[in-house]
């Protein structure tokens, strides 16, 4: 077996409107000579075009898959939603939600990237693959079941637990949302229900605005099963590891899950357009490899990343490339070459002393109430 990398051409042809950055052009919004959106195909193309150029790619099982059929869309967004979508993906496109403008074909090219994340979950739990990554665009996380945004159409993460659920038997999942967007989506779809625990650690304040917070838990059957780390603005590389180790790893041992899936994305990097963060690409590696080992001690190694954000051209296709060549152990590199300058960028000791000591009362908080196991 191998690590199996999902992607498809037709996902970078995926296409916004006229927009400047994240604002509509018009009135006193100038029109961008790069054009449109920050959720542009280069990010993706380049980090595909990078682990060919290494030859890491040659160390992947590298697959396609057929678009989510509009049933496995009806598990997770209702029929009056889909239907306005292809209406309006037919017809040319347009938007329909906040911050998600498509052109037409919209509605395929989102069908198809949930399809990408379906079938990387269905091949990873039934023993084809050891693990995967699904370059999904446009990407999910921010994507309520009925109201679009933040760049999401379909939430590519639930569609795929539903499908595996409904039809493979797939139990328990833990959602691992490190995009340094506050995935709200995920939230709202499982906030309900104790067999999916959703984590999202995240800039606190920076998209949605008015979500994210630590004390959102889940309601009734899912109270506790819903965990927000926000982060203030500037934490960096032993920041996200002490998250890592002092909250997420706990709490998925405390959990189980029977496959840990990666809600992944990069735009908590150093040079992200839109965040104010300091991972490096080692930070993501690192991250990747602590979740790849919970794996192996917990679902027998059933883990899958599924691509988010990330709006850095440059810097984008080095994190992924060292996460994916974590995530199949190939000694492929792709030495990053803003490392020295990224690590002298790093919060000073006093600022990282203080994010370690939010990290601990977050981790006392959020742990005091995320149920033990029966």
């Not at 498809?8 to 959106?37: K, M, R």
């Not at 898959?65 to 939603?81: F, G, I, N």
């Not at 839109?274 to 192996?296: I, N, W």
Request: with cysteine; net charge negative; charged share 20%.
């Amino acid at each position: 077996m191998a690590t199996g990398f999902f992607w498809d051409e037709q996902c970078f042809w995926h296409a916004g409107g006229n927009y400047a950055f994240t604002l509509p052009i018009g009135g006193l919004v100038q029109p961008l000579a790069s054009g449109g959106l920050p959720e542009n195909p280069e990010t993706k193309r380049r980090l595909k075009n990078l682990i060919d150029v290494t030859g890491l790619s040659r160390a992947l099982d590298l697959r396609s898959a057929p678009m989510a059929a509009r049933d496995d869309l009806l598990r997770v967004h209702p029929a009056h939603y889909l239907d306005d979508f292809k209406a309006l993906s037919d017809s040319g496109g347009g938007e329909l939600g906040r911050r998600t403008p498509f052109a037409q074909g919209g509605y395929e090219t989102a069908a198809l990237s949930a399809g990408l994340a379906m079938e990387a979950v269905r091949s990873v739990w039934q023993g084809e693959l050891d693990n995967a990554y699904a370059l999904s665009r446009p990407p999910g996380h921010h994507c309520l079941p009925d109201f679009p945004n933040g760049f999401c159409l379909l939430a590519n993460i639930a569609i795929a637990i539903e499908a595996a659920q409904t039809n493979h038997g797939l139990g328990r999942v833990a959602v691992v949302d490190w995009d340094v967007h506050h995935g709200n989506g995920t939230e709202a779809i499982y906030y309900d229900r104790d067999d999916v625990l959703a984590i999202s650690v995240h800039q606190e304040g920076n998209y949605p605005l008015d979500t994210g917070g630590i004390g959102d838990r889940g309601h009734g059957n899912g109270a506790g099963y819903n965990l927000n780390i926000p982060l203030p603005a500037g934490a960096g590389h032993t920041a996200y590891l002490a998250v890592m180790d002092q909250i997420i790893l706990p709490a998925l041992d405390r959990f189980r899950p029977d496959m840990i899936i990666v809600a992944c994305g990069f735009d908590a990097s150093v040079i992200d357009p839109l965040a104010r963060m300091q991972a490096t690409a080692e930070t993501f590696a690192q991250m990747t490899q602590r979740l790849k080992d919970a794996a192996a001690r917990l679902c027998n190694g059933k883990l899958v990343l599924v691509h988010e954000g990330g709006y850095s051209e440059v810097y984008v296709p080095f994190c992924g490339h060292a996460t994916i060549a974590t995530l199949s152990g190939s000694d492929v590199t792709a030495p990053d070459p803003f490392a020295e300058a990224f690590e002298i960028r790093q919060p000073s000791p006093r600022f990282d002393s203080f994010l370690h000591e939010v990290v601990r009362d977050m981790a006392d908080d959020l742990l005091s109430t995320l149920p033990q196991p029966d």
